[in-house]
């Protein structure tokens, strides 16, 4: 029996984003159409299945420029985003302008699928509790003989009811799942392995028994306030985890990132997903982000975590050499340890900072992303 409840569904053409010594490419679509983003820019190709004929259109993105091939003697300048301001907030740009250029197509592709979603949940929410209001319906009739015999016609039509109401549900819940963007990673091998291991570290990493959001980092005035600490920072805890992004139909499980500014940092293959709503979101080119690692002295006045290494300790009020100001009878001793710090930025303005209690997971995970991005193809030819 063909079943068809919402005629103005098309599902969306997928996303296969490959890696070669070229550099990483993008190509939207299904059959014989489709658009190409890659390292020569933006086309639109052409083929006739079954004669071997294809046809290629180069194209222009708004406001894109050709990129000039600098002289090969001349060496180029390597641009580091700047650290933070002292006393300035730590967050990202505004999703509207911090998605990769090239990656705006895909952007593109899935604020589409959102809305093609949000259209469809109520629908699908009504047919679920229709599904089921007639399944209990019909249960009931089944389960008591008179009112199966005295309205037998009856019965049958629940019956029918009852099935088209589940063809419904069963075909909305297959839309719902075909409008989310179905994304393919081509990988080479070894860069399949060293993303692997980038997971794992990951993997790792979540263990730490604290991982925190730092929002913000002000200098103190260390003789007015005695305190041994330069900056006084705010900060949330948050968890890392592996999984996936709801806007993305994929098979594999990335890196996943707390963010206390309302956010989620999802680590893929080809981009970084930073993911603030349904309807706010950013793709950063993974080659264009940074991660910054140190390790630091902490002042902790909160609980020790017990995988945190403590390397000294100050007075809750200190004088400027480190000795306990007298002034305070209740003066204490406060555990100074070495925690981990993770800064991740780009130049389209990412901008997020985490502190680690296991300082060796955290370098860990800095190495792991080190190596996997030494792996990725160029951005040009």
């Known amino acids: ?40 820019g933006a086309a639109v190709t052409a083929r006739m299945p079954g004669t071997g004929i294809s046809y290629r259109q180069p194209i222009h993105l708004p406001n894109s420029q050709t990129p000039q091939t600098p002289p090969s003697d001349v060496a180029q300048p390597h641009v580091i985003p700047p650290s933070p301001p002292t006393g300035a907030e730590i967050h990202s740009a505004s999703t509207a302008t911090l998605t990769t250029e090239g990656l705006e197509p895909v952007k593109e592709l899935l604020t589409k699928a959102q809305d093609e979603r949000r259209r469809l949940r109520p629908e699908l929410q009504a047919a679920q509790e229709e599904a089921a209001r007639l399944k209990n319906k019909c249960q009931r009739w089944s389960n008591g003989r008179f009112f199966r015999r005295l309205f037998k016609a009856r019965f049958l039509q629940l019956g029918e009811m009852t099935t088209e109401a589940a063809y419904k549900q069963t075909e909305l819940e297959e839309q719902e799942r075909l409008s989310r963007l179905a994304t393919e990673f081509d990988l080479p091998e070894s860069l399949r392995d060293r993303f692997g291991r980038l997971c794992d570290a990951v993997a790792a990493l979540a263990g730490s028994q604290r991982i925190w959001d730092t929002i913000s980092s002000v200098a103190t005035d260390r003789s007015r306030e005695r305190t041994a600490a330069s900056q006084s920072v705010q900060r949330q805890p948050v968890g890392v985890s592996l999984g996936s992004c709801d806007l993305i139909q994929s098979s594999i499980k990335v890196p996943c990132l707390m963010n206390a500014n309302g956010g989620e940092l999802f680590l893929y293959p080809a981009f970084l997903l930073y993911f603030v709503s349904q309807q706010s979101f950013a793709l950063v080119d993974i080659r264009e982000v940074q991660l910054n690692y140190n390790p630091m002295s902490f002042i902790e006045e909160e609980s020790v975590p017990s995988d945190a290494e403590v390397i000294g300790h100050t007075w809750k009020k200190a004088n400027k050499d480190g000795s306990p100001d007298r002034r305070f009878a209740n003066n204490y001793q406060i555990p100074i340890l070495k925690y981990g710090d993770v800064r991740l930025s780009s130049r389209s303005g990412l901008n997020e900072a985490y502190m680690i209690s296991n300082e060796r997971l955290a370098h860990a995970f800095e190495v792991a992303f080190a190596n996997f991005q030494s792996a990725l193809p160029s951005a040009t030819v």
Do not use: C, D, E, H
Not at 1 to 30: C, E, Q
Not at 31 to 38: A, D, E, I, K, N
């Open 1 to 40: 029996m063909g079943w068809r409840f919402r005629k103005s569904f098309n599902p969306l053409p997928g996303v296969r984003l490959n890696f070669s010594p070229r550099g990483i490419s993008t190509s939207v679509g299904a059959g014989p159409l489709r658009f190409y983003v890659g390292s020569q």
